[in-house]
């Protein structure tokens, strides 16, 4: 999940068994400090699930085409994805 985070009742009660789980989301965004009570608990509920909270306040930070663009956070959340991807397809 990019930017933002939603209750496993959003997915129809509970996150699919075996189904990797990474959120992103900038710290002090005010949209994603309103979700961080639910990516707290989906990290705490699924095995192996991560929370990555970059410093800033940006919301769309990964977006290039936005003001809320940050560079650094977006390439090292590119790193992340492309790392849990490449695990993902390994196992």
Request: aromatic share 10%; proline share 8%; no cysteine.
């Amino acid at each position: 999940m990019f930017h933002a985070a939603f209750p496993a009742s959003e997915f129809g009660g509970s996150w699919p068994p075996g189904v990797p789980l990474q959120i992103h989301m900038m710290e002090d965004d005010e949209w994603a400090v309103e979700d961080l009570p639910a990516a707290r608990e989906l990290v705490k509920a699924i095995d192996g699930a991560e929370l990555f909270l970059y410093p800033g306040d940006r919301h769309l930070f990964a977006d290039n085409s936005l003001p809320d663009y940050d560079e650094s956070a977006a390439t090292l959340l590119e790193q992340r994805v492309l790392a849990f991807l490449e695990d993902v397809e390994q196992n």
